[in-house]
């Protein structure tokens, strides 16, 4: 699933094309795509502008002048693509917007159909049904922030990976974040130190900040708005690495269900509380 990195990238891309355009026809293959407001989508947003691109969170929301807005959610394996209006369109596409005086029309695909695209008043996302209310930007986080998050009596990497207690985290960037704090994902929140929390705000902020500058992470199915993959992958210290020596001590990735999650972590570098740390190689 698209994370913090991959949405930033992607709302940025947004920004630079299609801010102040103006929708001038709406193409719908699958209306159940249209999570919300399918009933006036298509008559009432052509003459709508795209006013401010932002994103919150997993999410892509674009405030439309004179009124509305539009929230993007891209699920599990969802693409928002600019396109040339000639070029033939793949198969899953479920919407297209087009836009005066703009080369390039936006493209809504998603095999899966884990995401969606919600229209409604202006002021109403967090209202939305499905969608949520949010925690604080895990992008912004800081350490008074995190402390208030981390009083909860959760597993920390259940805690992180849930967006009403802190927003953008997924899979990927929680293994990386804990990893580079030092913390095991199986580790009870109310149990880590003050030290730690201090560095896991600050690896959570770093790790992310990164992530963006390479465009985010790709393994399958993410691309950006320009049809290319992002290149995070290649720094990734524990995600994905698993029987890999750990780029720190050189012991093994671990791989282990968390949180429901596939989970990578260094055993080493990241020891349990009470369980004695292996000697460095």
């Known amino acids: ?52 691109i932002e994103r919150i969170g997993k999410r892509i929301v674009i405030r439309l002048a004179p009124s509305g807005e539009l929230a993007l959610h891209l699920g599990m394996s969802g693409r928002v693509t600019l396109e040339s209006p000639d070029a ?4 899953h596409t479920h919407v297209t917007l087009r836009f005066d005086k703009s080369p390039r029309e936006l493209r809504f695909r998603d095999p899966r159909r884990f995401g969606g695209v ?16 949010l925690g604080p930007d895990a992008l912004t986080i800081d350490v008074a922030m995190l402390k208030a998050i981390v009083a909860r009596r959760r597993q920390i990497k259940a805690l992180l990976m849930d967006q009403r207690v802190i927003s953008g985290l997924g899979n990927i960037y929680c293994d990386e974040a804990l990893h580079a704090a030092g913390i095991h994902p199986l580790v009870t929140a109310t149990d880590i130190d003050t030290r730690h929390i201090s560095r896991l705000a600050a690896s959570i902020r770093r790790t992310l900040a990164r992530a963006v500058e390479h465009g985010g992470s790709t393994f399958r199915e993410y691309r950006n708005a320009d049809g290319d993959p992002g290149y995070f992958q290649i720094h990734h210290r524990v995600y994905g690495k698993a029987g890999q020596p750990c780029h720190t001590c050189k012991r093994p990735i671990e791989k282990q269900q968390i949180a429901g999650r596939t989970t990578h972590f260094c055993p080493n570098c990241q020891p349990l509380p009470g369980r004695s740390r292996c000697s460095r190689a």
Request: charged share 25%.
């Open 1 to 52: 699933m698209p994370e913090l990195p991959e949405v930033e990238t992607v709302a940025e891309q947004l920004r630079r094309a299609l801010s102040r355009r103006t929708v001038s026809s709406v193409s719908i293959n699958r209306a159940d795509y249209i999570r919300m407001g399918h009933a006036d989508f298509a008559a009432t947003l052509p003459g709508k502008r795209f006013d401010r």
């Open 88 to 91: 033939p369109a793949l198969p």
């Open 118 to 133: 919600w229209y409604c008043a202006a002021g109403t996302i967090p209202d939305v049904p499905h969608m949520g209310r």
